[in-house]
T-cell receptor
Framework: AQKITQTQPGMFVQEKEAVTLDCTYD???????LFWYKQPSSGEMIFLIY??????QNATEGRYSLNFQKARKSANLVISASQLGDSAMYFC?????????????FGIGTKLQVIP | NAGVTQTPKFQVLKTGQSMTLQCAQD?????MSWYRQDPGMGLRLIHY???????DQGEVPNGYNVSRSTTEDFPLRLLSAAPSQTSVYFC?????????????FGDGTRLSIL
């Protein structure tokens, strides 16, 4: 069964430092997509970054990058130069072929707090 | 550009009452989904739709009903509310495609069942 595991319930990082949020996944499908979403305290879900299972290069979006290790089935989010506004919950998610890629599995999230 | 609009934002119900959570999107997205978010459990898929007239069950469908008569709207119905359905509900939409489409989320509906 498809599964996303985020083992860090909470993380602290000093402002301007880099931080890595862990995500491992389990699937028997060859084609899938991995996503990271940010949920600030205001509650909305914000899409950050995407990595496809066939992508050979790690995805990057501004200060966000995804450390994709396919053999280890991990898709860690790296945030560089942390800012106070990065304090939020972060969710890893996977979209796979079930239901025409409509079934998305989410992890339980990691709460990141950026310290001034 | 409204995106995905959910109403109401907050609702308190009594056990046994029924209600409909509304979701509308103006991006002409074929795919729409309903999730519930509970502390320590992430987002869990309730029902989803790949187009008008087509719906299917997700991970936690019991106690909920959906229909999709138009591309824009995807309401979620609680048939007989139970305290276990106290949660934050998110509606999401995305373009039809394969694995690479991110979902666009509404702002959520916070529902309390007394």
């Amino acid at each position: 069964a498809q599964k996303i595991t985020q083992t860090q319930p909470g993380m602290f990082v000093q402002e301007k430092e880099a931080v890595t949020l862990d995500c491992t996944y389990d699937t028997s499908d060859q084609s899938y997509g991995l996503f990271w979403y940010k949920q600030p305290s205001s509650g909305e879900m914000i899409f950050l970054i995407y990595q496809g299972s066939y992508d050979e290069q790690n995805a990057t979006e501004g200060r966000y990058s995804l450390n994709f290790q396919k053999a280890r089935k991990s898709a860690n989010l790296v945030i560089s130069a942390s800012q106070l506004g990065d304090s939020a919950m972060y969710f890893c998610a996977m979209r796979d072929p079930r239901g025409g890629y409509q079934k998305v599995t989410f992890g339980i999230g990691t709460k990141l707090q950026v310290i001034p | 550009n409204a995106g995905v609009t959910q109403t109401p934002k907050f609702q308190v119900l009594k056990t046994g009452q029924s209600m409909t959570l509304q979701c509308a999107q103006d991006m002409n997205h074929e795919y729409m989904s309903w999730y519930r978010q509970d502390p320590g459990m992430g987002l869990r898929l309730i029902h989803y739709s790949v187009g008008a007239g087509i719906t299917d069950q997700g991970e936690v469908p019991n106690g909920y009903n959906v229909s999709r008569s138009t591309t824009e709207d995807f309401p979620l119905r609680l048939l007989s509310a139970a305290p276990s359905q106290t949660s934050v509900y998110f509606c999401a939409s995305s373009v039809q495609g394969n694995s690479n489409q991110p979902q666009h989320f509404g702002d959520g509906t916070r529902l309390s069942i007394l």
